[in-house]
């Protein structure tokens, strides 16, 4: 996909997917190195054989496409493998975000490398189309509103939260989005109408009978990007609040000389503001 696709896919819905990143062959061997990590815990930068995989360029440079800017990496990122399904719901990851959509832009990503197929079955990642830049009807703002200022008139728009999709992603696809957009993982597919995407609060209800297969185990690379700014310092200084963030990052070890060269090399500033050792 060329840049100003890329760009107009991702300012009109919030996200783009990008199809055949990554050969068959490339994702034989990222599943392999996942079946032989000795242990999930950390960041993606902290498992050595990884590493390559989310420094590569293909990655990268859709994110400054998107990003425009020095990219920052902060440690918020993780190998999945998952061999049941996990759990669903649909909700932004953006932190203590508190302006108006629908004016300003939000400078954190998230990607997701899926290594198994989610064209036909089940267990991939359903978002709403638009919805990174749509008031909502979160807690946040309901109790903005009725106790705060709300962001100008709250309006019959806000309901309009962006059609529900579950997305085509195919092994060797990369998935970006916004984290203003509402997404929800472990999409169920149904058997027939394969396209049609269920609320996931009833997605648990609905009959296996009923459903595709999903692919297990289910092996995942995410991670958050981001431009330096305020945003993003105030949602790593959120993210670090948690306990159980806090236990993540500190087994992260992309504060070791190997990764910084690497990101020197690919023009990408680490911050440490989460991990603090
Ligand atoms: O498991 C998934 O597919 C979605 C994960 C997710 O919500 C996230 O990484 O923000």
């Known amino acids: 996909m060329d840049k100003d696709k890329i760009l107009e896919n991702y300012n009109r819905d919030g996200y783009v997917l990008l199809k055949n990143v990554f050969s068959p062959e490339e994702i034989r061997s990222i599943r392999e190195k996942i079946t032989n990590l000795s242990s999930l815990e950390g960041d993606v930068l902290s498992h050595e054989s990884l590493r390559e995989v989310l420094l590569d360029e293909r990655v990268l440079e859709p994110l400054r496409i998107i990003l425009k800017g020095k990219l920052v990496y ?37 990607l997701g490398i899926y290594t198994q197929d989610h064209v036909q079955h089940g267990g991939g990642l359903k978002v709403r189309q638009g919805s990174y830049k749509r008031e909502y009807f979160g807690k946040q703002n309901i109790s903005r509103a ?50 049609f995407s269920i609320n996931p609060k009833l997605e648990k209800h609905i009959p296996k009978s009923f459903l595709r297969p999903s692919i297990l185990p289910r092996m995942v690379i995410f991670s958050s990007f981001g431009v330096s700014s305020k945003e993003l310092d105030t949602y790593v200084a959120e993210r670090a609040k948690h306990p159980s963030n806090a236990e993540f990052w500190k087994k992260c070890k992309f504060d070791s000389p190997e990764v910084e060269l690497l990101c020197l090399q690919k023009g990408i500033e680490l911050k440490y503001d989460g991990i603090k050792k």
Do not use: M
């Open 74 to 110: 902060f440690g918020d990122s993780c190998v999945q493998s998952e061999k049941k399904e996990g759990t669903r719901g649909f909700h932004r990851d953006s932190k203590e975000d508190f302006e108006d959509p629908t004016k300003t832009d939000y400078p954190i990503v998230r």
């Open 146 to 195: 009725l106790f705060g200022k709300p962001y100008g008139p709250l309006s019959w728009k806000a309901l309009r939260i962006g059609k529900s999709i579950n997305l085509d992603i195919a092994p060797g696809d990369l998935i970006i989005w916004n984290l203003r957009t509402w997404h929800s993982g472990h999409a169920v597919r149904l058997k027939f109408f394969r396209r």
